[in-house]
């Protein structure tokens, strides 16, 4: 009896200790894959290996890049219009500035309507996975949002912090580390786009200008560590590919004037073929 009173004694102390853990894994390292996990905040979210994208204009707007220092195996930032930049990100205003939550498209799933992020990755040939630790998503109505403080437990994804902003998704937290598994070679070279992450619309809030998103890759926590190159958020336009399952809401202005463009052609079509009914 002894002996199990110890036991049982043991077991709540280690229950009591901070426990530290993945919660769940999203592996994307094959074509047409995706996975649906549950954020630390902001509930359910969505992440698919993406079709690579063409390069023209109206495809990829980027936000954010976060680039990887001389022999570091991980790297980290957020977007802003502040200068100077915090952690890894790039400092030129054409790759890291600030977003309006009005560039993020919304996109109808199964009849949820979520916000839509996409990323680019750069990795190896020789070693090309890479593994996705933390997204935090704020929002803010200030451009020149920056002072963020970090905290970072050992087996951790870092967490981030700001004042006067919002912060409406955390995908790691609480004891618990998602990852996501990027795969590099499954797409051909910088800026086709390597995975797209889909956060509920229900969490932004109209009334405030500004998103801000961090993220952090590679090691530590994560197994597979950043070996070449920078990682690139960016918004998808209304010439990117999507998957019928997909659908932007609203409509972008070309896709409506397309359409409308289609209409007036069958309607000319139909008229035209009735009066050559009506002449024969």
Same mark, same amino acid.
């Given at each position: 009896?002894?002996?199990r009173?110890?036991l049982? &004694?043991?077991?709540?102390?280690?229950?009591?200790l901070?426990? *530290? !853990?993945? %919660?769940?894994t $999203?592996n994307?390292t094959?074509?047409?894959?995706f996975?649906?996990a549950?954020?630390a905040i902001?509930?359910?979210?969505?992440a698919?290996?993406?079709?690579?994208?063409?390069t023209?204009?109206?495809v990829?707007?980027?936000?954010v890049?976060?680039?990887?220092?001389?022999?570091?195996q991980?790297?980290m930032?957020?977007?802003?219009?502040?200068?100077?930049?915090?952690?890894?990100?790039?400092?030129?205003?054409t790759?890291?500035?600030n977003?309006?939550l009005?560039?993020?498209?919304?996109?109808n799933?199964?009849?949820?309507?979520?916000?839509?992020?996409a990323?680019?990755?750069?990795?190896?040939g020789?070693?090309?996975?890479?593994?996705l630790?933390?997204?935090?998503?704020?929002?803010?109505?200030? &451009?020149n949002?920056?002072?963020?403080?970090?905290?970072?437990? *050992? !087996?951790? %994804?870092?967490? $981030?912090?700001f004042?006067?902003a919002n912060?409406?998704?955390?995908?790691?937290g609480n004891?618990?580390?998602d990852?996501?598994?990027?795969?590099?070679?499954?797409?051909?070279?910088?800026?086709?786009?390597?995975m797209?992450?889909?956060v509920a619309?229900?969490?932004f809030n109209?009334?405030m200008?500004?998103?801000?998103?961090?993220?952090?890759?590679?090691?530590?926590?994560?197994?597979?560590d950043?070996?070449?190159?920078?990682?690139e958020?960016s918004v998808?336009g209304?010439?990117a590919?999507?998957?019928?399952d997909r659908?932007?809401?609203?409509a972008?202005?070309?896709v409506?004037?397309?359409?409308?463009?289609?209409?007036l052609t069958?309607?000319f079509?139909?008229r035209?073929?009735?009066k050559?009914?009506?002449?024969?």
């Amino acid at each position: 009896m002894r002996l199990r009173n110890w036991l049982l &004694a043991g077991a709540v102390a280690l229950l009591a200790l901070p426990g *530290v !853990g993945k %919660a769940e894994t $999203i592996n994307l390292t094959t074509h047409g894959s995706f996975g649906v996990a549950n954020g630390a905040i902001g509930g359910q979210y969505r992440a698919y290996q993406m079709d690579e994208q063409p390069t023209g204009s109206g495809v990829i707007d980027s936000f954010v890049r976060i680039e990887r220092t001389q022999n570091a195996q991980s790297s980290m930032g957020y977007n802003t219009d502040a200068r100077p930049v915090q952690y890894d990100a790039n400092s030129s205003p054409t790759f890291t500035r600030n977003l309006l939550l009005t560039e993020v498209f919304k996109v109808n799933i199964g009849g949820v309507l979520y916000r839509e992020f996409a990323l680019d990755i750069n990795q190896t040939g020789s070693d090309p996975l890479l593994i996705l630790n933390q997204v935090q998503i704020f929002q803010t109505n200030n &451009a020149n949002l920056t002072g963020a403080t970090v905290s970072q437990s *050992v !087996g951790e %994804a870092p967490i $981030i912090s700001f004042s006067g902003a919002n912060e409406v998704f955390r995908m790691s937290g609480n004891g618990l580390r998602d990852e996501i598994i990027m795969d590099y070679s499954l797409n051909h070279g910088s800026g086709s786009g390597d995975m797209v992450m889909y956060v509920a619309d229900a969490l932004f809030n109209s009334s405030m200008t500004y998103v801000t998103l961090f993220s952090q890759f590679g090691t530590p926590p994560g197994t597979n560590d950043n070996n070449d190159g920078y990682e690139e958020w960016s918004v998808l336009g209304p010439n990117a590919i999507r998957p019928p399952d997909r659908v932007v809401v609203p409509a972008p202005a070309g896709v409506v004037l397309f359409g409308m463009g289609a209409l007036l052609t069958a309607g000319f079509r139909l008229r035209r073929n009735r009066k050559a009914s009506v002449a024969i």
